[in-house]
């Protein structure tokens, strides 16, 4: 019995899934739930289980290609046997048709569906089929009405880019090309996105020099994920619409340091979860947000969305790229609570097991590049939030007090924020709190 | 001139079409002498007299029954249902005999069943129902709900003067919540004619009953945000008034249907298969609902109101399908 793999739907406004990887070959065996293969959407990277145990048949949509949620990427025969005998292709037939009549055509109609023919395959492969025009290997999406104004004004919708939630093109959208007589440039669109909530208009990902500037010499060349697409284009939109300043400050850890060598050892213990210094930083920005609420925030158009939930977005490295999984409503968790929250998101964000809807909703973010060896950096603001903090590596430094040098556990700090909604004056009073807090760190963690 | 409640309006109309018309009677428990559980006949036996105010024996089948032979004779019962959810124990009657009634034998059933309907006000699973739809599956009847007292007055005259058998749904969190001016010359309101609450370019808001109002102060907000809803109040639900839908939808491109009814087999369903039929090529976005849940109506408060739509679902909603 042939059981149909689709491309899930992960996530309420995804559309559309590109397979990064598939896990198994067409012939191999495959168990219920094993993974089976890699997809990127604009959200998440996830590994999709089979549907059903058996031999992956045929995979009809390849690596690298993007299709609508919903379109079948592959057949799994699910009574495990590829080459079926038309004994056991009758088998699962006799259980539909009771009457003794009709197990005597079963085998003839359910043969050709399970034998790995040819010819059964364009048939089923039809049901795939594109429903509207590509370009880029974009599906472009739009709507009933906006179809049929196209049609009545003579306008090819693949020319036109959308700022409706995942690029789509909207009512909005095809007026204001009408409007100006004809298709827009590409370039213009994004220019338009400041009226857009929410989801990242698509933005064209340009060069700063003319392409043949960019070969020469050998080189190869590779073409960006779907992941690293995104990341560009976030950043890039970014840079763009938000004016970023940056805010340097240091703070002294050696009491955080003592208490974490202190209790490192008995907290895994009771806890089984590893103590890292995240909480600790995690915990003293939520006392700044909660001290200056404009930095928990987002800017929309001329309004500032001050937000009552603090949603802390933390950057994890992934060996294929970057994500920033969203600690939801960190204000409401003990140590222990974020400790173990942060844990599991990150664990979960390597091994692909995050959902969609915790990488969104973030209200500020934290970066570490301290992890990497680095002493400090300037990360650029993860969009919607108008901050983000990068804190540097712990070291020991000698330092300055009351006249005498001693030596000090110390880290940088930085603040990267958004300067259409936090001012110097703010951003420099949040890192005081986030510096004091930390210095005078009085919390127990057992 | 005072203001008139949703309930007061209700009393108005039956009063009025009493005074005018003799044939008029009410039947029900409990309305004569107590004068209803909400109060909503109250006065009226001492005004009409026992012959054509009557109390009955707790049987809602025999109460329905008693009025479709009366309306057979000449009379025009206006029955109450004490809460609406007891209209299922006269299920065969209305859906069998006063439906078809016209159609089968050409003797029209001149009956109106009205009642207090729906939730929000802890009532539980017994007390809060909203049984409209499976009245709107049935032809040879018409369903009414309003939202205001002016619709609800009007409406009911109407219901009253119609020869054939209407439903009619009160919404009891309005009863007394919800009150206007009425104007003092004599008026009606057609059944079978939806109306434009408010005007507004981005989406529609398909609502009635106590979800319009819910969906008004939802345009509001959404108003100060730049988003302009219209919102439509359907006041009758069978028949649909299908060119007042349509004409809008074509204007705004974009449909959200709120009902407090729950979701599976509610009107938001039958509403966006006509949209689909007689716009689809207008529509920019998908039809949206906000409803109830699939549940019973809860007792428990909090979970009632995790059970109802609020303003802020229908914000939410709107504000997604808005930025589609």
Excluded at chain 1, 127 to 150: E, M
Aim: some cysteine; charged content about 20%; proline content about 7%.
């Amino acid at each position: 019995m042939p059981v149909e793999v689709v491309m899930p739907q992960m996530g309420e406004s995804i559309f559309e899934g590109t397979i990064t990887k598939w896990l198994k070959k067409p012939g191999e065996k495959v168990e219920r739930d094993e993974p089976l293969f890699e997809i990127s959407t604009d959200k998440v990277d996830a590994e999709i289980p089979a549907p059903a145990a058996g031999v992956l048949k045929e995979i009809k949509v390849g690596e690298g290609q993007t299709v609508p949620i919903q379109t079948v990427v592959a057949v799994i025969d699910a009574d495990g046997a590829a080459a079926a005998t038309p004994a056991l292709a009758a088998a699962p037939a006799k259980a539909e048709a009771p009457k003794p009549a009709a197990t005597a055509l079963a085998p003839a109609t359910t043969t050709p569906a399970v034998a790995p023919s040819p010819a059964a395959a364009p048939a089923a492969a039809a049901t795939g089929a594109p429903a509207a025009p590509r370009r880029d290997g974009h599906r472009v999406h739009s709507s009933p009405l906006v179809r049929r104004l196209a049609r009545e004004h003579n306008i090819d919708l693949s020319t036109l880019r959308g700022t409706g939630v995942g690029g789509r093109i909207s009512k909005k959208d095809i007026l204001a090309a009408i409007q100006t007589g004809g298709p827009r440039p590409p370039a213009a669109a994004p220019g338009a996105a400041p009226g857009v909530p929410g989801a990242l208009a698509h933005v064209v990902l340009e060069n700063a020099v003319p392409r043949e500037r960019i070969y020469f010499g050998r080189y190869e060349v590779q073409p960006m994920s779907v992941m690293r697409q995104r990341i560009a284009e976030h950043m890039v939109v970014s840079k763009r619409v938000s004016p970023h300043v940056y805010s340097l400050d240091e703070a002294d850890m050696t009491r955080i340091v003592e208490l974490r060598e202190r209790t490192k050892g008995e907290f895994e213990k009771r806890y089984e979860v590893k103590l890292t210094f995240m909480p600790f930083f995690v915990r003293t920005c939520i006392e700044g947000l909660r001290a200056f609420p404009t930095v928990n925030a987002s800017a929309d158009g001329t309004n500032v969305v001050l937000h009552h939930e603090i949603n802390i977005g933390i950057a994890v490295a992934l060996d294929w790229g970057l994500i920033v999984p969203v600690l939801k409503n960190a204000e409401e968790k003990n140590f222990l609570g974020l400790q173990r929250a942060i844990n599991d998101l990150a664990e979960r964000a390597r091994t692909k097991k995050l959902k969609p809807e915790e990488v969104q909703e973030g209200t500020f973010s934290i970066t570490n590049p301290g992890v990497f060896g680095g002493l400090t950096g300037l990360p650029v603001i993860n969009q919607p939030n108008v901050a983000i903090l990068g804190i540097g590596g712990i070291q020991k430094r000698p330092v300055v007090i009351n006249d005498a040098i001693a030596i000090r556990s110390m880290v940088y700090l930085t603040l990267s924020y958004d300067h259409r909604v936090v001012d110097g004056a703010v951003a420099h009073q949040f890192m005081g709190k986030v510096k004091s807090a930390l210095e005078n760190w009085a919390e127990g963690v057992l | 001139m005072a203001t008139v409640t949703y309930l007061e309006a209700i009393r108005q109309a039956l009063f009025e079409e009493m005074e005018r018309d003799p044939a008029v009677v009410l039947l029900g428990e409990d309305v004569g002498v107590y004068g209803g559980a909400f109060k909503v006949t109250a006065g009226l036996l001492e005004r009409f007299g026992w012959e054509r105010v009557m109390d009955t024996p707790i049987s809602e089948t025999a109460i329905v029954g008693a009025a479709i032979g009366m309306g057979y004779l000449g009379l025009r019962p206006v029955v109450e249902m004490q809460f609406i959810d007891f209209i299922a124990c006269c299920f065969n009657q209305l859906t069998n005999f006063a439906a078809k009634s016209h159609y089968r034998w050409g003797a029209p059933v001149p009956l109106v069943v009205r009642g207090p309907s729906g939730g929000g006000v802890h009532g539980g699973p017994f007390h809060s129902a909203n049984p409209e739809m499976y009245f709107v599956h049935t032809p040879g009847l018409k369903v009414v709900y309003p939202a205001t007292a002016y619709d609800a007055k009007g409406l009911l005259k109407s219901a009253i003067r119609d020869n054939n058998p209407v439903l009619f749904f009160e919404h009891k969190f309005l009863y007394r919540r919800t009150k206007e001016e009425l104007p003092a010359e004599e008026y009606t309101v057609p059944l079978g004619k939806a109306v434009v609450r408010r005007p507004g370019r981005d989406l529609t808001i398909v609502s009635y009953a106590a979800m319009m109002h819910t969906s008004l102060e939802a345009a509001e907000l959404l108003s100060k945000e730049g988003i302009e809803a219209e919102v439509i109040d359907l006041r009758t639900l069978l028949p649909l008034d299908r060119e007042t839908l349509l004409a809008s939808v074509k204007q705004t491109n974009k449909l959200l249907v709120v009902h407090e009814d729950t979701r599976t087999g509610g009107i938001a369903g039958e509403i966006a298969a006509l949209v689909c039929e007689g716009a689809f090529e207008d529509l920019d976005g998908p039809i949206v609902r906000v409803t109830s849940l699939d549940t019973p109506v809860p007792f428990s408060p909090p979970l009632e109101e995790r059970f109802l739509p609020n303003v802020s679902r229908v914000v939410d909603a709107a504000r997604e399908l808005a930025r589609y």
